[in-house]
C-alpha cells in the first residue's frame, strides 16, 4: 500500500491530490503559482496538505506542470542564441515553405523564437552519409561566444547540418562555447532530437534551450527541498507523449514536459472513458483543461489517448512523441485588449498568478477573461458563512454601459467598461 501525492502547476494555480491507499484518505490543497518561482507554490501546497509522517511514506510524487507551455505561449523564456552551419541561419523563418492554413489570405507564421541577430553562422559541413566534408572552424565558435555575451544571451542552441548522422561538430562546438566562457544551458541538436529534416530538428533544438533556462533549475530545487521535509520517494515528471520522466531525464530533456499539465488531464479522462465505457457505452470522450494562460482539449477514442509522432505548440514542430492535445492562448488569466484596429482581443498573454485578475485585488489592473466571469454572474456567489468574505456578485457601482472608449481603460470597444481605474469593490471569486 503507497501513498501518492500528484501536483499540477498551472498559470495561476498549483493543485494538489494525495491519496492514501493505507487507509482511502484523499487530501487536495490548492495555492497561488509563483511564477519567480514555481517552486515555492508547489512546497506551499505540500506544507498546507500533507502532513510530514505521510510525506515520509510517499512512494511517487507525480507531477504536471504548464511552466514550458505558458512560457511558449507567452514567449517569456530564456533569451535563446543559435549557432548554425553557415548558409542555413534562416531555416526558422524559411520553415518549409509552405502556409499552416492555405484558404487564410492573412496568416503569418510565428515569429521565431531566436531573432536573426543571435542566429550565427559557423563553417563546417557534415555530409548526410556522416563524413566530414567540411572541418569546424574554432574561431567562428569563439566569435559566436563573444557575440552572445555582448547580447546577454541566457541559453544556446547548437544545430548543425546533418549532425544527426555525426555529432562530432556540434560536440567540439560545444565544449568551444564553454571554454569561451558561456556558462548557460546550451542544447545541441543530436541529442535533443536525433532526427533528419533541418527546420524541424531546428526548431525542437531551439524550444528545448528556450524553456531549459527554466526547468531545470525548477526541477533540481524542487526536489532538493522536498527531501529536505522528509520526501524519500521518486519525483516523476509527466511527459507530452505520455508515461512520466525522472527529474534527471526531464531536466536534460525538457522540452519533452511542454504539454506535461495537460497530457495529464487527458490521461485521466482516457482512463475514465475505458473504465465506464463497457457499462455505460461512452466511446468518445472530449478532455477539456482551462487554466490560468491556456485551454486544452483532447479527443478520446475508445479509452485510447490520440498519440503522434511529432508535436506542434503555437506553430513551432517538436520532434517528440505527442499526445494530440490542442492548446490555445485563452485561460481565465488572459488579458483582453483592443488591438492597432480597435477590435478585442483576449490573449496570449495572461495576468498570471501575480499580480492575478484585477477582480483579485493584489495589483492587477488589467481586465481578464476571470473579471468578464465574474462581471456577468458566471462565478458562484458567496451563500455560506464560511464564505462570508466574498461578497454576492454583482456589477460594481463605478462600472458604466458604454460603446464609447473609456479614457484609461484596456476595456476598449466592449460592451461593458470600466471609468477609470479598477474598483475597489470588486466582488471576490470563491468556491462555490
Known sequence: MTTVIGVDVGGTFTDLVLHDAATGEIRVAKQPTTPSAPERGVLAAVDAAVPADLLARCRHFVHGTTVGLNALLERRGATVGLITTAGFRDVLEIRRGDRDDPYDLFWTPPPPLVPRRLRLEVTERVAADGSVACALEPEDVRRAAEAFAAEGVDAVAIVLVNSYANPAHEARAAELLRQAG?????????????????YERTCTTVVDAFVRHRMGPYLHNLDRELRARGFAGELLVTRSGGGALALAEAAARPFETILSGPVAGAAATARLAASLGPSL?????????????????ALIEDGRLPLLYQGEVVGLPLQSPWVDVRSVGAGGGSVAYADAGGLLRVGPRSAGADPGPACYQRGGTEPTVTDAALHLGMIPAATSPAASNCPRTRRPARWRRSRARPASTAWTRSRWAWSGSPPRTWPRPCAA
Open 281 to 297: 457505452g461512452i466511446g468518445t470522450a472530449v478532455a477539456a483543461d482551462v487554466g490560468g494562460t491556456s485551454f486544452d482539449t
Open 182 to 198: 558561456f556558462a548557460g544551458p546550451v542544447s545541441l541538436s543530436h541529442e535533443v532530437s536525433g532526427e533528419y529534416r533541418e
